[in-house]
């Protein structure tokens, strides 16, 4: 790992098997065995799929670290690292952060890591353009490209439902979808995540979850995706997975996906 923290920050420096596409229920062709905890693995898909919740549960099961780099920018803005001031000039001035420092961001929590025994990793939402996999190419090899699927529709109304709890912090989703298979697509229905009684009243939206935003949102990551969506494909890493609901609906097919054994999933259920 230390050579890959290396490498990291020689391809910032320098700017620049077989799974085929496949759809739940059916299993990744390669063959990928879920305990081994060196996996390269990354999860992408549209803003409010849902990256972060089966890349945080993946990674609680194979024990490996879920990476997510918009955590490793919030992480380094609230710290008092050499970073964190240029870092703030340049979120608060509204500009993206560049690959450079995303790769020094990354580098650097790997070999955090690595001080902690910790091996593989999932990244989450992370490569955005295909500038920075081939980067990523550069220093490691990527086993998995899972990319996570909605249809636009649900995914705006789970974005106009999110809320979240002003006062202890946690996330809930009003959102009741159920939309009805047709055209030879499948029904999706995911319950909604209803808040406790003590947090009801204190419930507030995310200024950026109006509909115009979130459409726009989607535009520009369908634009900027699609070629990273190629890149992967073209290698034959790449796993599209249809999410045919909720947690309760897509987590076991997306481990019978993974060619995860029944052991494993219902450890994972009542893990």
């Known amino acids: 790992m230390a050579t890959v923290g290396r490498l990291f920050r020689s391809a910032s420096s320098m700017g620049r098997s077989m799974c085929t596409e496949l759809y739940a229920p059916k299993r990744c062709s390669r063959g990928v065995n879920p305990m081994n905890r060196n996996v390269h693995w990354v999860f992408l898909g549209s803003p409010g799929v849902g990256k972060g919740t089966y890349a945080s549960r993946l990674s609680a099961l194979i024990g490996v670290p879920h990476i997510a780099t918009g955590d490793l920018v919030r992480e380094e803005l609230s710290s008092s690292g050499p970073m964190a001031e240029h870092?703030?000039?340049?979120?608060?001035?509204g500009k993206l952060v560049s690959d450079e420092i995303i790769?020094?961001?990354?580098?650097?929590?790997?070999e955090t890591g690595e001080t902690k025994g910790e091996s593989g990793f999932i990244l989450d939402g992370f490569p955005r353009t295909v500038k920075q996999a081939e980067i990523l190419d550069?220093?490691?090899?990527?086993?998995?490209v899972v990319n996570?699927?909605?249809?636009?529709r649900v995914l705006i109304e789970k974005c106009l439902g999110r809320r979240m709890c002003g006062e202890c912090g946690k996330n809930f989703n009003l959102a009741s979808i159920d939309i009805k298979g047709e055209n030879g697509n499948p029904s999706i229905t995911m319950a909604p995540l209803l808040p406790p009684p003590q947090c009801a009243s204190k419930l507030t939206t995310r200024a950026d979850d109006t509909e115009a935003i979130i459409k726009e949102r989607l535009r520009i990551y369908c634009e900027k995706s699609q070629p990273v969506e190629d890149y992967y494909r073209l290698q034959g890493k790449l796993l599209e997975f249809h999410l045919p609901g909720?947690?309760?609906?897509?987590?076991?097919?997306?481990?019978?996906?993974l060619n995860l054994d029944d052991n494993d999933e219902?450890?994972?259920a009542t893990g």
């Open 138 to 144: 550069e220093v490691t090899d990527i086993d998995l």
């Open 148 to 152: 996570l699927k909605l249809p636009d």
């Open 103 to 110: 790769f020094k961001l990354l580098s650097k929590r790997l």
């Open 87 to 93: 870092l703030a000039e340049i979120v608060n001035q």
């Open 266 to 268: 219902k450890h994972s």
């Open 246 to 257: 909720g947690i309760p609906e897509s987590w076991p097919k997306l481990l019978e996906a």
